[in-house]
Structure formats: structure tokens, C-alpha cells
């Protein structure tokens, strides 16, 4: 139920937010909505939950799974491509980061997410190099 909430709740602020050409809110569900940002919790009933509100609005999502869900979470978004675009969501910082996006890269996903570098960071730093060639492919 509070995963019904929240996605109800954004998209009321998406919809409503984005019309500044009237005073009037826009309650209107597009024919087709693409989430591109939503967080995988790997339990039976959020997975039916996802599917049941996701088919009720036509929707789909960039759905960020954690490393230690990806299997079950790969699995879940291969039984449902109308509705799930599997992101892996990896740290930068971890000492597995290649061998980790190779494995994603391999399992099917199409995204990376939550980059998540500790302390005094910069992207741009050399050392990151690697990982950004290899998320290009």
C-alpha cells in the first residue's frame, strides 16, 4: 500500500506540476509513463504490488537493483520487459566495481545507478577511468 502511495503521490506533483498554462490541474493519465527512477525491494508482495500498480497506470520503470538482489531482481525484470528497464545500482568505490558491471552488463541490464563515491570525490578522477570505459558498453 505505501508503494501505491508514493507512486500516486508523484505522479499527482508530476502531473500537476507541469502544467503552467492553467490554473487547472492536469489529472490525466498519459497513454504510456516511463518511471526513471524507482528502487527494487526484493519480497513477493512489493514485486505484486510493483505489477499491479505499473499495469493499472501503463507504466514502466528504470528500476535500480542492489548488487546483493541482482539475481532474483534480473530474474524479475526478465519476467516482466513491459514494465521493468533493469538498472544496477553499484558503488564506485567497491573493490569488485569492474567485475561487478561486467556481470550486470552480462545478465541483461541496461543501466547503471547510484554512483555513490565517498568523501572528498571527484569524477572526473583518473582512478575512475576504467569503470567509465567499461559502462560505456
Known sequence: ???????ITALTVLFTGCNQDSSEP??????FIID?????????EWEKSFIEIYTDYNAM?????????ID?????AKANPERVIPYAA???ESPTLLQDVQMVYD???????????????????P?????WALAEK
Open 127 to 131: 582512478k575512475y577511468e576504467p569503470f
Open 26 to 31: 492536469n489529472y490525466t493519465v498519459p497513454p
Open 72 to 76: 532474483r531482481g534480473i530474474t524479475f
Open 90 to 92: 553499484v558503488d564506485i
Open 61 to 69: 520503470a528504470c528500476l535500480m537493483i542492489d548488487i546483493q538482489d
Open 36 to 44: 526513471s527512477h524507482m528502487h527494487y525491494s526484493p519480497t513477493d
Open 107 to 125: 545478465l541483461g541490464f541496461k543501466g547503471l545507478g547510484e554512483l555513490f563515491a565517498t568523501g572528498d570525490f571527484d569524477y572526473n578522477d
Open 1 to 7: 500500500m505505501k508503494l501505491r502511495y508514493l507512486i
